[in-house]
């Protein structure tokens, strides 16, 4: 299974992305997390069901200091997940 979560509210600088980043890697996800240029986080992971609705659950609860205001959520179609590798945050140093 394969799905994109964009998350809405005070995501950015406050560790969020380090967050998901520890969150999918110890589910064992793979995929990628990152900044979008209007304040939000972008994030697409693929794994058994039951792992991603753990994340979407760790997604609602945030960070330290971060405050989540929404989690929108698309299933993507199998073959999106093909080229996905460990999960990795991108745009950081």
Do not use: C
């Not at 950015?12 to 900044?35: D, I, M, P, T």
């Not at 992971?45 to 991603?52: S, T, V």
């Amino acid at each position: 299974m394969v799905v994109h979560y964009f998350v809405k509210g005070r995501v950015q600088g406050v560790g969020f992305r380090w967050f998901v980043q520890r969150e999918a890697a110890e589910l064992g996800l793979r995929g990628w997390v990152k900044n979008t240029d209007q304040g939000h986080v972008e994030i697409v992971a693929a794994g058994d069901a039951e792992l991603l609705a753990e994340l979407k659950a760790a997604l609602h609860k945030g960070s330290r200091g971060s405050r989540v205001d929404a989690v929108i959520v698309d299933e993507l179609v199998e073959s999106e997940g093909a080229q996905l590798g460990p999960f990795e945050i991108e745009g950081a140093w």
